[in-house]
């Protein structure tokens, strides 16, 4: 079975603080996502990354910077976190761009006060 | 507009009822839909993909999907409790494309 772990369930923060989600998947993996969920907006694509030191920016990247120094680990950052970016942070993973599936970790919810 | 429109209930129906998820979308190149199911407090996981147009039944589970309409469904026969759960809908113009989602319709299914 294919494990996607996300390092934290519940988070809560203080506007302007540095914020570092780690996502861990276990079926090594190419490709890596970040997405936030919010009621009625569905799933938006912040970061992926196709391969180790390689990202490309998603549909809402401002705000946000990614990281994937090894292949397993993809880490989202939040440089200066404000209140806008409390919402469900989902990490997944696909086998590589001729696979479709995206095997989901069971999300952060990350409150910003 | 949004690419991909999903109502997103809640839709509350009784055990055993048949149950019909829809979506439409705006973008004539999409070529693969797909349909996670998202219990509470997890992560998404994929129920069904379709390529192109045409019916695909898996158990209880039919996806369908009408391109000249841009219109999928997902029919779910003989509903359980087991399967209240936000189902979302994703699609992808080619394999190595991003997937662009639904906003979700939230399932429950009354005992």
């Known amino acids: 079975d294919v494990k996607v772990t996300q390092s934290s369930r519940y988070l809560v923060k203080r506007t302007g603080e540095k914020v570092f989600l780690e996502c861990v998947q276990d079926?090594?993996?190419?490709?890596m996502f970040w997405y936030r969920q919010d009621p009625g907006l569905g799933l938006r694509l912040i970061y992926f990354s196709y391969d180790v030191k390689m990202k490309e920016k998603g549909d809402i990247p401002e705000g946000y910077s990614v990281s994937r120094e090894k292949k397993e680990r993809f880490s989202l950052i939040l440089e200066s976190a404000s209140t806008n970016q409390t919402s469900m942070y989902l990490c997944a993973s696909k086998a590589g761009d001729t696979h479709m599936e995206q095997f989901f970790g069971p999300g952060t919810r990350l409150t910003v006060l | 507009q949004k690419e991909v429109e999903q109502d997103p209930g809640p839709l509350s129906v009784p055990e055993g009822a048949i149950v019909s998820l829809n979506c439409t979308y705006s973008n004539s190149a999409f070529q693969y839909f797909m349909w996670y199911r998202q219990y509470s407090r997890k992560g998404p996981e994929l129920l069904m993909y379709?390529?192109?147009?045409g019916n695909k039944e898996d158990g209880r589970f039919t996806a369908q999907v009408d391109k000249s309409s841009k219109y999928i469904s997902l029919f779910i026969r003989d509903s359980q409790p087991s399967d209240s759960a936000t189902y979302l809908c994703a699609m992808s113009a080619s394999a190595g494309n991003m997937l662009t989602f639904g906003g979700g319709t939230r399932l429950m299914v009354k005992p």
């Open positions: 379709t390529y192109s147009s």
């Open positions: 079926m090594d993996h190419e490709n």
